[in-house]
């Protein structure tokens, strides 16, 4: 059985230990050591990472009481030098001890419980038992857990047997019976837990509420405490302040001149609109204009697909006519009509096209093709051409 250093001192992160087994795991080796301060992965919090005589440590679990160091090789002496990588394992306890100030503060306020606890590097999670959880409830539950941040109260762990857990005002009932490990922030919780905490509350630092989202009948609400909120902060800053010197705005006028901004780029996507349909227009009364007999003809290089579609719809309101358009662009062509000739758009598009390196086809009414060239678009809409002109007559 290891000794549980990080329960003693969970601020200390350099030590000897004696190497007590070596067993060897696929293409790695889990250490045994007589005493480590090394977090094993449970109660939502991730494990610690560092070094056992230097060589790294890939991951850190726990199995029937004893803690197993996952190392890529195993070292030369018997005797080692461990190191924990103290500023992330800092950073799960001011996460970890800001996770008990909500919970409790939640339970306190609303007698929402919180179930599932996540901790990873993107991001920090709770799921509180209440379905709806409103932007005024969450920011008075930030401002007591904050308070409660701010008045440094101490955070003491012990050991209890389950009768002497019953006798204390636990907000989560323990999930062993013997030797149950008590987190108490005086004055505010108690709750049964296995994580490393910080010493007192001002540690956390800050506690930020993230966001909110529904989760099968509870609320996640996702958080940041200490470093990674100051991380968060900085982060979110430097976007804010990029955002002040385009919009030229500050603070109080920043959202009115965004909104502005989407209001006037509506504004000209109505403009470019109703301009596309008067030139669709113009090129349509065109393309009917130069027409000889049925057949419309056009081909345009900085038009797409969707335009020329819009083309043809202009042209059959002032006719029946076949119409045969190409995107240069796009390489794509397009062919329709609305007369009373027995023909299949689909049928003819798919004989013309396949002596070319195309792809497509259509109903009776309109067919299309995307093509591996600009050149055998244009030879394939020539050929089409010559058909189409052939039926005309
Ligand atoms: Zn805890």
Not at 4 to 32: C, E, F, G, R
Not at 296 to 315: E, H, P, R
């Amino acid at each position: 059985m290891t000794e549980k250093s990080y329960y003693k001192n969970p601020y200390l992160s350099q030590w000897t230990a004696a190497i007590q087994a070596i067993i060897p795991k696929n293409d790695k080796y889990l250490l045994v050591l007589d005493t480590t301060y090394f977090y094993p992965e449970g109660g939502g919090q991730p494990s610690d990472r560092g070094t056992i005589d230097g060589i790294e440590v890939l991951d850190v679990f726990e199995k029937d009481d004893m803690i197993f160091h996952v190392v890529p090789k195993v070292p030369d002496n018997k005797k080692v030098d461990c190191k924990i990588d103290f500023n992330r394992r800092f950073e799960h306890m001011q996460q970890h001890t800001g996770e008990h100030i909500l919970a409790a503060t939640f339970y306190r306020l609303y007698k929402g419980v919180s179930n599932a606890f996540h901790m990873g590097e993107d991001y920090v999670s709770i799921d509180i038992s209440l379905s709806e959880v409103t932007p005024d409830m969450v920011k008075e539950v930030e401002d007591a857990v904050n308070e409660v941040i701010y008045r440094n109260l101490p955070v003491k762990t012990y050991m209890k047997d389950l009768e002497g857990a019953k006798l204390l005002p636990l907000r989560k009932q323990p999930k062993v019976d013997e030797d149950i490990r008590i987190v108490e922030i005086e004055d505010v919780d108690f709750c049964p837990c296995c994580g490393t905490h910080v010493a007192s509350t001002g540690e956390v630092g800050i506690l930020k509420i993230l966001k909110m989202e529904k989760s099968k009948g509870m609320t996640r609400i996702y958080f940041q405490c200490g470093r990674k909120a100051l991380q968060d902060y900085s982060k979110k800053h430097e976007i804010i302040t990029s955002l002040y010197e385009k919009f030229s705005a500050n603070d109080n006028t920043l959202l009115e001149k965004i909104e502005k901004y989407m209001e006037d780029v509506k504004k000209t996507e109505g403009l470019v609109k109703n301009l596309r349909q008067e030139l669709s227009l113009c090129e349509a009364q065109k393309l009917v204009k130069d027409a000889k007999k049925l057949v419309v003809y056009g081909s345009y290089k900085n038009k797409t697909l969707n335009d020329i579609m819009f083309i043809a719809k202009q042209v059959f309101q002032m006719g029946e006519y076949i119409f045969i358009g190409l995107s240069l662009e796009e390489k794509k062509l397009f062919l329709s009509h609305n007369t009373d000739l027995l023909l299949h758009c689909g049928n003819l598009l798919k004989d013309v096209m396949k002596n070319f390196n195309a792809r497509g086809g259509g109903s009776a009414l309109q067919a299309q093709a995307s093509f591996g060239s600009e050149e055998e678009l244009k030879k394939c809409a020539e050929k089409l051409n010559q058909v189409c002109q052939a039926l005309d007559d």
